[in-house]
C-alpha cells in the first residue's frame, strides 16, 4: 500500500476517541443525539442535535433538539467545546490547536466573517 502524502496514521488517543463516538451513536451521547462524525487529519467534530434546554431551571430535557451543533475534538482529546456551525467548529478546532483551549481566535474570526456578511462584503 501506497503511503499517501500529508496522511497520517492515528494516534492511540485519536483511536480511542473514535471509538468513544462511535459508542455514543449507538448509545447515549452526552450532549444530545449524534448523527454525523467527521474526521479531517487530526480533527474530529461530532455533529449532533443537542438537548432541549428548560430556561426556567437552567437544566438539560431529554428532548431532542432540531437544530445541530458541533463538538470537536483535536489530536484524539475533546476540546470540550461545541458550536452552532460546522465552519465554526472546523474555526474553533484550528484555533484550539494552534493556541490551547484559552483562545479567543475562533470567536473574533467569527465575528469578523458575520460582521462582513451583513456588509455585504
Known amino acids: 500500500m501506497k503511503n499517501l502524502v500529508g496522511v497520517k496514521k492515528m494516534s492511540e488517543n485519536e483511536k ?8 455514543w451513536q449507538e448509545a447515549a451521547f452526552p450532549w444530545g443525539l449524534v448523527t454525523e462524525i467527521l474526521t479531517i487529519r ?18 438539560f430535557t431529554d ?3 432540531e437544530k445541530f451543533s458541533y463538538h470537536v475534538d483535536v489530536n484524539g482529546e475533546s476540546t470540550n467545546t461545541s458550536y452552532d456551525s460546522l465552519q465554526a467548529a472546523l474555526v474553533g478546532a484550528i484555533a484550539y490547536e494552534a493556541e490551547g483551549p484559552n483562545s479567543h481566535a475562533a470567536y473574533y474570526f467569527m465575528k469578523m466573517l458575520s460582521s462582513d456578511t451583513k456588509k455585504g462584503n
Open 63 to 65: 428532548k431532542i433538539s
Open 42 to 59: 487530526q480533527f474530529t467534530i461530532v455533529e449532533y442535535h443537542p438537548y432541549e434546554i428548560d430556561a426556567a431551571l437552567n437544566v
Open 16 to 23: 480511542l476517541w473514535v471509538d468513544q463516538v462511535k459508542t
